[in-house]
C-alpha cells in the first residue's frame, strides 16, 4: 500500500511533513540511545545492590489521596519515578498511551495455562543493565513528549469527507 499523504491548505505544507517523518524517525528509531526524560527517583531505603534494587515486578501509578496519580511510577517497592508530565500520556499506540503500554509489557507474568513465566528482568540480568528497564521507561516518556511536540505543530490537514469527494 503507498504511503498517505495528508492534504493540506498550501502545498508548502507538504516540506513541514517530511520535516516532522524525518523527526519521529529520530525519536522512535533512536529511543534507546536518547537521553532518558529527567524523571526524580524517589528511594526508599539504601540502594547497594543495583542488580536488585532495579528488578520489577508490576508498575503501578501512584496514589495521592486515594486517586490514581500518573505524575508518579511506583517501579518496584523501594523505587518511584515522579515528576511524569501528564502530556506524555497524550501520544497512544493502539488505544493506549506508550508509557501505559510499557508499564503493562515490563511486568513479571506467568501463563496460566502452560506455567511459563515471563521475566523482563531475564534480559536485565543477562546483559548486566541493571536500569534498563528505569532508562527506558524514561526514555519513553521523553520519545512521548517529543512525538506531542512534533505532531502538534502540524500545520491543520485540509481532509475531505468521502461524502465530498468529486
Known amino acids: 500500500m503507498l504511503p498517505r499523504i495528508p492534504l493540506t491548505k498550501e502545498t508548502a505544507d507538504f516540506w513541514k511533513f517530511s520535516r516532522a517523518g524525518r523527526e519521529l524517525a529520530h525519536w522512535h528509531l533512536e529511543y534507546e540511545t536518547i537521553d532518558p526524560y529527567p524523571l ?48 506524555a500520556y497524550e501520544y497512544v499506540v493502539n488505544g493506549k498511551s506508550a508509557v501505559e503500554w510499557i508499564m503493562e509489557r515490563y511486568q513479571v507474568t506467568v501463563d496460566k495455562d502452560s506455567g511459563i513465566r515471563n521475566d523482563p528482568n531475564d534480559w536485565v540480568r543477562e546483559h548486566d543493565q541493571p ?25 491543520a490537514l485540509n481532509e475531505r469527507t468521502p461524502s465530498t469527494r468529486g
Not at 521523553?142 to 500545520?155: A, D, F, M, Q, W
Request: contains cysteine; proline residues 4%.
Open 40 to 87: 526524580q527517583e524517589q528511594k526508599d531505603g539504601l540502594f547497594t545492590d543495583p542488580k536488585k534494587d532495579y528488578l520489577v515486578t508490576k508498575m503501578q501509578f501512584g496514589r495521592k489521596d486515594k486517586q490514581v496519580d500518573k505524575t508518579a511510577i511506583v517501579y518496584n517497592s523501594h523505587l518511584t519515578l515522579c515528576g511524569v508530565p501528564l502530556e
Open 131 to 155: 536500569r534498563y528497564i528505569v532508562d527506558l521507561v524514561k526514555r519513553v516518556v521523553r520519545v512521548s513528549l517529543e512525538t506531542r511536540k512534533i505532531v502538534n505543530s502540524l500545520p
